[in-house]
């Protein structure tokens, strides 16, 4: 039998999260734990307790009581360990063992935000999985552009690759990737956009090769990645594109 269950992974954009099928029961929903006006199934919350004061909600509140309520509710919360009782702790150590979720020459899974985990534990569940939709993303802000972006776009290569159908809609800026798969490219070419490279590189690494490839490929900004929260290399560095 086919798998049937559709996964909606939900940010905090306003350009394209009102398209979400957030009427549909169909669509199972996964959200970030801090968004206040999230409802559905997951939420999200990757980062480590020390990063928790980061000038958000969390800030404004008990977060990690608010954290317990929503590990005590029918809603499933989903942390790096259990940080909260009740809390389901993300499977790490099963994304560890494929290389092409992997930092080249490493066990340490390339991850660098939120939704990029959430995608991941979608490639993790996707025999039960037939389609995934990604809504409130867009990822063309400067600081989240510069090491998001790329992540986000190999993910999505990822998927497709591992025939994932992956759903992006067309205003969010991700839906240029549809028009690269035909395309072909050079993983040394300086000239050509780092986040499409990734994405096309994606379908490489799925298929068990590793080509050679430009420096700032598949790189972490994150000291010790996954540990999503504690940055390597300052983010000015990517603004002035000494990275990205």
């Not at 269950?5 to 169909?26: F, Q």
């Not at 979608?122 to 400067?142: C, P």
């Not at 956009?193 to 972490?220: C, M, N, Q």
Request: hydrophobic share 35%.
């Amino acid at each position: 039998m086919l798998p049937d269950r559709k996964i909606a992974i939900l940010g905090r954009c306003d350009n394209t999260r009102h398209e979400a099928p957030w009427d549909d029961p169909d669509w199972e929903k996964w959200g970030l734990a801090w968004d206040m006006a999230f409802s559905g199934r997951r939420h999200y919350e990757i980062h480590t307790p020390p990063s928790w004061t980061n000038g958000t909600i969390s800030d404004r509140m008990n977060y990690p009581e608010f954290l317990g309520a929503t590990a005590e509710s029918k809603d499933e919360l989903w942390l790096q360990e259990r940080y909260v009782p009740g809390a389901h702790v993300f499977p790490l150590d099963e994304l560890r063992q494929y290389k092409y979720l992997c930092l080249p020459d490493s066990t340490e899974p390339y991850l660098e935000s939120s939704i990029g985990w959430m995608i991941a534990h979608a490639i993790l569940e996707r025999e039960t999985i037939s389609r995934l939709g990604v809504w409130g993303v867009d990822l063309t802000a400067e600081d989240e552009w510069a090491y998001q972006r790329p992540n986000m776009s190999y993910l999505i290569g990822v998927c497709r690759a591992l025939g994932l159908s992956v759903i992006i809609p067309r205003q969010c800026a991700l839906d240029e990737l549809r028009a690269l798969n035909t395309e072909t490219f050079s993983f040394t070419d300086p000239n050509v956009p780092r986040w499409h490279l990734e994405y096309k590189l994606a379908f490489e690494r799925v298929a068990g090769r590793e080509p050679e490839i430009r420096s700032d490929l598949l790189t972490s900004c994150f000291a010790e990645p996954p540990r999503y929260g504690y940055c390597a290399i300052p983010i000015t560095e990517y603004f002035e594109g000494k990275v990205a």
